[in-house]
């Protein structure tokens, strides 16, 4: 036998291993893909990917055939992930509002191979999911300009569901108008509440009368369906051209960064991990002198960020309320778990609505 039959043999012998290697590999990825589904979690997640290399890569020595083995790793990524996209095909997401809707931009992002289902209102996407319609809704809780969405605050609080993620993604309002109308034509704009907030001051600048309406998609098609010139929406460059609009004037919104917060909602709780810093939680406090500061000193105490804290009316007594706490830190250490059980002890009510490893930003079509 000559050199090159037996580094043919090998060879042979390394792809059995790797075959072997490769099924059990995958085997894992499908598990990977039903926790996400499970969980609401998107399968692109290009910090891991980065940090997957940089670990994996420090075990060839040899520097010669280091970057093979980079773009070797890579390509079983990609693999990994294509695979995934193909189980999770039949995921069905929930959002508020028509195709062309910012809801449904955001939705379509984050889960770009699920089956984007509509539904009229924040609420009934959310029980789509308590009820097993669908497997996790995305609905917007904060906006960069306008603030936050009270009414996803509240069915976090009174609902069953968990948030798993937040994305921030850019929302681009645009004037649209039926095509041949002119901007001096114009006279009431129509769009979400949000929407309209968000351009207040060109509304106000150029003496529109604003209207609301359930939704930006929901307004450019009653715009398309009216067919008059004196009648315009604010929405996305998407709602302009699934219902055949024209932008009259692009990027209306006051503020030149307009992001809105996109939480992810799932009947599980993804339990946490050693790389989770994020969390949300929900408690209520006696009305008592101290109860408060008490709680949100403990967060303090055992060395947690707090980054947002919020209060929304109970409903359930005259000035009672609730507050909703945005936190950085891990709920799994041993700090994590002398905070929560102190936490408990002095809340009225508390429970943790979400723990997840970070926000993600998503620019544009992809990333």
Known sequence: MNDLEKA??????????????FVK????????????????????????????IRKNSRLVGDETLKPYYVSFLQNNMDISKAYQHRILEGMRVAYSGVEG??????????????????YPDFKSAYDSVSNGECDCAVLPIENSHNGDVAQVMD?????????????????VQNLLAVKGATM??????ISHPQALGQCAKYIR??????VEAVNTAVAAKQVAEMGRHDTAAIGSDEAAEKFGLKKLE?????SGNNTTRFAVFSKTQKSSGKADNQFIMLFTVSNEAGSLGKAISTIGKHGFNLRALKSRPTKELIWSYYFYAEGEGNLGSENGRRMLEELKENCSTFRIAGS???EIILRGSGE
């Open 25 to 52: 590999r995958m085997e894992a990825v499908k598990a990977v893909a039903a926790y996400k589904k499970a969980n609401g979690i998107r399968v692109t997640d290009s910090v891991r990917e980065a940090e997957v």
């Open 184 to 189: 001096d034509e114009v006279r009431r704009v």
């Open 356 to 358: 997840f490893e970070r």
């Open 101 to 118: 809707a910012f809801a449904n931009i955001a939705a379509s992002r984050i889960f770009p191979d699920a089956a984007a289902v509509a």
């Open 155 to 171: 069915l976090t609080f009174f609902g069953p569901l968990f948030i798993n993620g937040i994305y921030d993604i850019e929302v």
């Open 205 to 210: 600048e150029h003496g529109f009368e604003p």
């Open 250 to 254: 692009a990027h209306i919104n006051e």
């Open 8 to 21: 043919r043999l090998k060879i042979n012998e390394a792809d059995r291993q790797m075959a072997e290697l």
